[in-house]
């Protein structure tokens, strides 16, 4: 623990937004490196997460982001559990953020189970013929089929989605740091996003 720097521990802090305290141990529990502190608060942040899923959220916030060419806005209603959380700074920041994130990405819903099945059938129905005219035999396009899936649903799930201020973490993860953060359930609970000229 004495070979940890103020300065290691800053960095880490700066780099995570997590709490003095937790960033001294993740360098301590992975010998001060870097990368694996790192990783190891998101596996901390991901295990309050599990623990709060269960959590009702009553609070929160509607947060909108319009675009500076004012052709594109979005709502966002983020939840909490408390009124106090609801009027942190970070939780308002991070509401903000998640309606940016849905302006420059177009989300087609939050979570995988959300995503209409006729859309869903369409993509299965074009990858799996383009599996097929290329030649692969049917359980390889079927295989080709299920990883082109996965890829599609990180495209257009919001929790899935690369963060757009910081793309190695996803939105999920962005989430579960402050749950974690914040010691309280948060959930996404809907959007709209309007832009002119689209239905």
Same mark, same amino acid.
């Given at each position: 623990? /004495?070979?940890?720097?103020? /300065?290691?521990?800053?960095?880490?802090?700066?780099?995570? !937004? *997590?709490?003095?305290? =937790?960033?001294?141990?993740?360098?301590?529990?992975?010998?001060?490196?870097?990368?694996?502190?790192?990783?190891?608060?998101?596996?901390?942040?991901?295990? +309050?997460?599990?623990?709060?899923?269960?959590?009702?959220?009553?609070?929160?916030?509607?947060?909108?982001?319009?675009?500076? &060419?004012?052709?594109?806005? +979005?709502?966002?209603?983020?939840?909490?559990?408390? =009124?106090?959380?609801?009027?942190?700074?970070?939780?308002?920041?991070?509401?903000?953020?998640?309606?940016?994130?849905?302006?420059?990405? !177009?989300?087609?819903?939050?979570?995988?189970?959300?995503?209409?099945?006729?859309?869903?059938?369409?993509?299965?129905?074009?990858?799996?013929?383009?599996?097929?005219?290329?030649?692969?035999?049917?359980?390889? /396009?079927?295989?080709?089929?299920?990883?082109?899936?996965?890829?599609?649903?990180?495209?257009?799930?919001?929790?899935?989605? *690369?963060? +757009?201020?910081?793309?190695?973490?996803?939105?999920? =993860?962005?989430?579960?740091?402050?749950?974690?953060?914040?010691?309280? &359930?948060?959930?996404?609970?809907?959007?709209?996003?309007?832009?002119?000229?689209?239905?």
């Amino acid at each position: 623990m /004495a070979d940890i720097s103020a /300065a290691k521990v800053k960095e880490l802090r700066d780099r995570t !937004n *997590a709490g003095m305290m =937790d960033c001294k141990k993740a360098l301590a529990e992975s010998g001060g490196d870097m990368e694996k502190a790192i990783a190891w608060l998101r596996q901390k942040g991901l295990a +309050v997460a599990g623990k709060r899923a269960g959590r009702s959220t009553s609070e929160g916030v509607v947060q909108c982001y319009i675009h500076s &060419n004012n052709k594109l806005g +979005v709502m966002v209603e983020v939840n909490c559990e408390t =009124d106090f959380v609801a009027k942190t700074d970070q939780f308002i920041q991070f509401a903000h953020d998640i309606a940016m994130q849905i302006a420059a990405t !177009n989300p087609v819903a939050i979570r995988r189970e959300e995503v209409p099945a006729d859309l869903l059938e369409k993509e299965k129905d074009i990858y799996r013929k383009q599996a097929i005219d290329s030649g692969k035999p049917p359980q390889i /396009a079927e295989k080709m089929v299920t990883g082109r899936i996965d890829k599609f649903y990180k495209e257009v799930c919001l929790m899935e989605q *690369a963060f +757009v201020k910081n793309p190695e973490v996803s939105v999920q =993860d962005m989430l579960n740091e402050l749950i974690a953060k914040m010691g309280e &359930n948060i959930s996404i609970k809907r959007f709209v996003r309007f832009q002119v000229g689209t239905e």
